[in-house]
């Protein structure tokens, strides 16, 4: 195989997986119901000045499925982590009993629900946007390349053959979302 042409398609590759990263990373910010230390990822905490990752400042747990514990590193942080939660907007009421934040997770309601898969299935729509481009930047260089129709031909079918698969795995990992979504 033609060495440019290799490369077009590995670039090609790379991106997919890139979208696919990127959708994986979308989704865990979207809750299903279980409390997860991901669900705080967003917080933003103003740490001595500075706006620094919740992670950063505190441990965060779970000690069951509908409760999140976000234990400071200093004691002193307690109010700007309560801050910051609230700040974040993301629907949670801390409670600070003068050693650690309690969150309780409300159990999802079905509208919620509904509301959350359309937006796990915008996310994976966007995904497929970015496999697809991947796809049409590829085809377009693989035109640009000195080779023979057959080895181009050949590369545009290897192209999209890789974007089918893609296209899959994409579907795959929202029907893995939505189920975990809709399950009460």
Known sequence: MNEDIKFIIDTAKEAMDNALKHLEK????????KA???MLGSVMVDYYGSQTPLSQVANVNTPDGRTITVQP????????????????????????????IIINVPPLTEERRKDLAKQAKSEAEDAKVGVRNARKDAMNDIKKVD??????????????????????????????????????
């Not at 590369?155 to 890789?162: F, K, P, S, T």
């Open 26 to 33: 979308q989704l865990t910010n979207i809750r299903a119901g």
């Open 147 to 184: 080779a023979s129709e057959d080895l181009q031909k050949n590369a545009e079918i290897d192209v999209q053959e890789l974007t089918d698969s893609y296209i899959k795995k994409v579907d795959r990992i929202l029907d893995v979302k939505e189920n975990e979504i809709m399950t009460v």
């Open 36 to 38: 997860s230390p991901a």
């Open 73 to 100: 590193w200093e004691k002193s942080m307690l109010q700007e982590i309560e801050r910051g939660i609230m700040v974040a907007n993301i629907g949670f009421n801390p409670m600070n009993n003068g050693e650690t």
